[in-house]
């Protein structure tokens, strides 16, 4: 069984940063992608950032510059620097990823972290 457990969020005020975090554990042969979702009240779900294995990265334009993924492929963990925060960019912020166990390829989510910027 793989389960992603994110931590980090929380609240912030306009322009301040916040750090994401998000640790794959189970048994787990590798992960390809891992990624950062975010769904915001009455919207739909859409991709933050996500980092290959081999560190190719793809960003939503719009954090694009403020934001900065990364990971730790020892660590099977996945990093989400957020600076400059935006009231839109409140949202659950959820971690996905690509996960190569000795069972099967599965793609997997976290539960989700509360991230919301305010004055």
């Known amino acids: 069984q793989v389960q992603l457990v994110e931590s980090g969020g929380g609240w912030v005020q306009p322009g301040g940063s916040l750090r994401l975090s998000c640790a794959a554990s189970?048994?787990?042969?590798?992960?390809?992608?891992m990624g950062w979702y975010r769904q915001a009240p009455g919207k739909q779900r859409e991709l933050v950032a996500v980092?290959?294995?081999?560190?190719?990265?793809i960003y939503l334009p719009s954090v694009k510059g403020r934001f900065t993924i990364s990971r730790d492929n020892p660590k099977n963990t996945t990093y989400l620097e957020m600076n400059n925060l935006k009231p839109e960019d409140t949202a659950v912020y959820l971690c996905?990823?690509?996960?190569?166990?000795?069972?099967?390829?599965?793609?997997?989510w976290g539960q989700g972290t509360q991230v919301t910027v305010s004055s």
């Open positions: 996905n990823a690509d996960v190569v166990t000795t069972l099967h390829s599965r793609n997997y």
């Open positions: 189970g048994n787990i042969l590798s992960i390809t992608t």
């Open positions: 980092i290959t294995r081999g560190d190719r990265i």
